[in-house]
C-alpha cells in the first residue's frame, strides 16, 4: 500500500510522537513521574530508547510540558534519534495536536505516526512492530487492546449503586501505541480541536474512521502511582545454576530383567538391591539431591527401612525433584550415562528419555540418556553389574 503522502516506490516514513507533558502528580514526589528513575534512568529516557532503536522508527518526537525543559535536559539528555522536544498543551489532546504539527512542518512528513504515553517504559519491540505493520497493510488506525478479565460494572456515579453487568467478552482495555495514517489523525485533531477525548483512537471513531485493534502487552503497564515505580526499580533476583552429581552401582543377580531410567529390560539377569535396583534413576536422584544440597538417596531412602523394599525408583526420582520448587528453583536439564556391557542400550533408549521426561516433568529435549562401555575392563567389563553416572542442573 501506498500512502497520500508516500512516493511510489519510497520507504513509509514513520514517526513516533511520545506525549510527556502531564504533571505525574498520582505519582508523588518532587519529579514528574516521566522524569523518575528505574534502575538508573528515566521513565522517560528508557521510553525514547524502545521506540529511537526500534528498526521501523524512522523519528521519534517528545512532547514535554512548557516549563520542563531543564528536567529534559538533567534527566534525559541528547539521545541519537531523538528529536528536540516540541512543547504540549494543557490538555493531552492540545499535547499530541502540538506534536502533529510539529511535524506536519518538518522536512519530511510522515505517512504513520505512533502515539504513546511517556510514562509506559515498558513497551516491546514486538507491540511496535505489531502496529506499525497494521497500519501498513492500511488500516487507518491501530491500538493495541487486551481483554478485560475482571467483572465490570456500570454504575450510577451519583448513587454508587449498579445499573448493570457489562458483557467482558466485548470489552477490551487499550494501550499506547497508537498508530494512525498521518494526514488522517492531523486532520481529526484539527478538526475536533474543541472536542474532550479520552485518546486519539476517540477522534477517529468521532469522525466515523474505522479504528482496528491488536493484541496489547500485559507487560506495557502505564506508571502512575508510587508503588508501579517501587515494584519496578531494582534489578530481578540473579538466578545461578547449580549442577549436582550422582553416581549409582548395582551387582547382577539371578532374574529376568533389568530396570533401567524406569524401563524394564529384558535380561539373564536382574540387579541386586533394596528397592527394583534402578541404577539410572537411583543416580540421577542424588545428582538432583547433590544440586540442592539436600544430601543423597540413602538419606531420603534408608536401605534399612523395610518399606523401601522391592519400591519402584520413580518414586525417589519423583520426590526428589519435588524439591527442587520447593527450594525456589527450576529444574532445567538432566543427563544419564549408564555403563555395561549387556544388555544393550540402544533400542531402549527413546523410552527411558521418555519416562524421565515424564516422572521429572520435563521436556524430553531437557533430557539425555545414554551408554557406553568399559571396553571389558573392570567390573562392568566382567559383566558383573551396571554403574550408572548423572548430572542435574538447577536454576535457583
Not at 519529579?31 to 521510553?47: A, F
Not at 501505541?177 to 476517540?202: K, V
Not at 549387556?342 to 527411558?352: D, L, N, W
Amino acid at each position: 500500500m501506498t500512502s497520500m503522502n508516500e512516493k511510489p516506490g519510497s520507504p513509509p516514513h514513520v514517526a513516533a510522537l511520545i506525549v510527556a507533558a502531564g504533571k505525574g502528580l498520582r505519582v508523588g514526589g518532587p519529579l514528574p513521574k516521566q522524569y523518575r528513575e528505574i534502575d538508573g534512568e528515566s521513565v522517560l529516557q528508557r521510553t525514547l530508547k524502545a521506540f529511537s532503536q526500534h528498526p521501523e522508527i524512522q523519528q521519534v518526537l517528545p512532547v514535554i510540558g512548557a516549563e520542563d525543559l531543564p528536567l529534559y535536559n538533567e534527566y534525559v539528555g541528547a539521545l541519537d534519534g531523538v528529536d528536540t522536544p516540541a512543547t504540549g498543551g494543557n490538555t493531552r489532546q492540545q499535547s499530541v495536536r502540538n506534536g502533529l504539527e510539529t511535524l506536519a512542518k518538518a522536512g519530511q512528513v510522515p505517512d504513520i505516526v505512533l502515539v504513546h504515553d511517556g510514562a509506559r517504559p515498558f513497551i516491546s519491540p514486538e507491540l511496535i512492530e505489531r502496529v506499525v505493520e497494521a497500519c501498513l497493510q492500511g488500516a487507518a488506525g491501530v491500538i493495541p487492546a487486551t481483554p478485560v478479565t475482571d467483572t465490570i460494572k456500570l454504575v450510577n456515579p451519583e448513587t454508587e449503586t449498579i445499573v448493570k453487568t457489562l458483557d467482558r467478552a466485548a470489552l477490551r482495555a487499550v494501550q499506547t501505541p497508537q498508530a494512525f495514517q498521518f494526514d488522517l489523525l492531523l486532520n481529526a485533531h484539527r478538526t475536533l480541536a474543541e472536542e474532550s477525548m479520552t485518546d486519539d483512537a476517540a477522534l477517529l471513531e468521532a469522525m466515523n474512521i474505522t479504528v482496528v485493534t491488536v493484541a496489547g502487552d500485559a507487560e506495557n503497564m502505564k506508571i502512575t502511582h508510587s508503588q508501579d515505580l517501587e515494584q519496578q526499580d531494582s534489578s530481578p533476583p540473579i538466578r545461578l545454576p547449580r549442577v549436582g552429581n550422582g553416581f549409582d552401582v548395582h551387582r547382577f543377580e539371578a532374574g529376568d530383567h533389568v530396570m533401567l531410567c524406569g524401563i524394564k529390560i529384558p535380561h539373564n539377569k536382574s540387579l541386586a538391591g533394596h528397592s527394583d535396583a534402578d541404577v539410572g534413576l537411583h543416580a540421577l536422584t542424588d545428582a538432583i539431591l547433590g544440586a540442592l544440597g539436600q544430601g543423597d538417596i540413602g538419606d531420603h531412602f534408608p536401605p534399612t527401612d523395610p518399606k523401601w523394599a522391592g519400591a519402584s525408583s520413580d518414586r525417589f526420582l519423583a520426590h526428589a525433584a519435588s524439591l527442587v520448587p520447593e527450594k525456589g528453583g527450576q529444574l532445567v536439564h538432566v543427563d544419564v550415562t549408564l555403563i555395561c556391557e549387556r544388555p544393550k542400550i540402544g533400542k531402549y533408549r527413546a523410552a527411558m528419555k521418555a519416562r524421565v521426561a515424564e516422572i521429572l516433568s520435563l521436556d524430553e529435549s531437557c533430557v539425555s540418556v545414554k551408554a557406553t562401555t568399559t571396553e571389558g575392563l573392570g567390573f562392568t567389563g566382567r559383566r558383573e553389574g551396571i554403574a550408572a553416572q548423572a548430572t542435574a542442573t538447577v536454576v535457583i
